[in-house]
């Protein structure tokens, strides 16, 4: 199956720092999807992004499929930014998400 | 997108009993899904629930153990049964349509087994 990876896998910031999380798949995709898991266990998702870029406040998201990697940006960063950052695919002949090991990441005041 | 609800949110289980987790879903979809995520680590497909039909699962993964039920295009149940204290995890359900489009996912149950 496909193989995803993502770095780093541990990301300590200070409130107000930028950071870029990267993530890497081993095969052509059809969907590519970033979540942010918080304290509760709870999935958010952030972005559908199999290519292309996209921005929500100051989250952004760049997925470049041609050399099949993916970068999540966070900007200015926040307490409630901390949390645990899954990047999740589907293979071209597959319909399932296989997800990466997940950043974690920790926002300090 | 759609909305899924979980239940329970959370419970506390004795070993060698079972839990069964319900999965609502607000729309008709095509596909279901159930996860689990173990203490510290990512998620790890369990099966796909198959309306009218049995669920295919994923290598390590059996029925016996992961009894699956989705009777109609919007709920699906999973049983965790004969439990024991390596159960404990979290169990997602989510729900998507085939291939190129979004995954959502519900709340969690968030299961300990004493």
């Known amino acids: 199956g496909i193989q995803v990876e993502q770095s780093p896998p541990d990301l300590i910031l200070q409130e107000g720092a930028n950071s870029t999380l990267r993530c890497n798949f081993s095969?052509?995709?059809?969907?590519l999807q970033w979540f942010h898991q918080n304290p509760w266990g709870q999935l958010i998702n952030l972005f559908y992004?199999?290519?292309g870029t996209k921005q929500n406040g100051r989250l952004s998201a760049t997925t470049v499929a041609t050399e099949r990697y993916s970068l999540l940006y966070i900007s200015s960063s926040q307490t409630t930014d901390s949390g645990v950052y899954f990047c999740?695919?589907?293979?071209?002949?597959?319909?399932?998400?296989?997800f990466g090991a997940g950043t974690t990441v920790t926002v300090r005041a | 997108s759609a909305v899924i609800s979980q239940k329970p949110s959370r419970d506390i289980c004795q070993r060698g009993t079972s839990l069964t987790i319900q999965c609502q879903v607000d729309?008709?979809?095509?596909?279901m899904f159930w996860y689990r995520q173990q203490p510290g680590q990512s998620l790890t497909l369990i099966a796909t629930a198959n309306q009218g039909s049995e669920a295919t699962y994923e290598s390590g993964f059996v029925i016996d153990k992961f009894p699956i039920s989705r009777p109609n295009l919007t709920f699906s149940t999973l049983t965790v049964s004969n439990m024991s204290p390596e159960d404990s995890s979290i169990y997602l359900c989510s729900a998507g349509e085939p291939r190129a489009y979004e995954q959502y996912f519900g709340p969690g149950t968030r299961l300990t087994v004493t």
């Open positions: 999740a695919v589907v293979g071209v002949d597959d319909y399932k998400l296989s």
């Open positions: 729309s008709q979809v095509t596909m």
């Open positions: 992004i199999p290519s």
């Open positions: 095969d052509s995709v059809n969907n």
